[in-house]
């Protein structure tokens, strides 16, 4: 079963496309905990009730911010890596639309209606 689900490498073969599917959910994940610690250290922002916790909280903002925008880079990356090889990447929550450019994705409205 280890070989069919690709968690082991069989006859010395690795699927390309599955690590790219193993790396697209890795940075997914990753991008949306940052997006999650950013949203928590902006509230702390806002609740701080001294200068040093708003600095403290401003700064662990920024620090996750800065995570988001480069897990959302290696997400594009992962996403591309995908398209190239003939793939169609997952579909992305709405907190992370911005992360494919616009008319990347093929129109499903046909395919919705059903």
Do not use: C
């Not at 079963?1 to 959910?25: K, N």
């Not at 988001?68 to 990447?89: C, H, M, N, W």
């Not at 911005?98 to 994705?105: E, K, L, N, R, S």
Request: aromatic share 8%; glycine share 8%.
């Amino acid at each position: 079963m280890h070989w069919f689900t690709g968690d082991m490498e069989g006859f010395g073969v690795e699927d390309g496309m599955l690590r790219s599917f193993r790396a697209h959910a890795s940075h997914q994940r990753a991008a949306l905990a940052a997006l999650k610690g950013e949203k928590r250290e902006r509230w702390r922002v806002e609740m701080a009730t001294n200068p040093a916790e708003r600095e403290e909280a401003a700064e662990d903002q920024a620090d996750y911010a800065e995570r988001a925008v480069q897990a959302k880079y290696r997400l594009r990356s992962a996403r591309a890596f995908i398209r190239e090889d003939g793939g169609t990447p997952p579909l992305l929550p709405p907190e992370l639309a911005d992360v494919d450019p616009t008319g990347t994705y093929p129109n499903t409205t046909e395919e919705n209606g059903l």
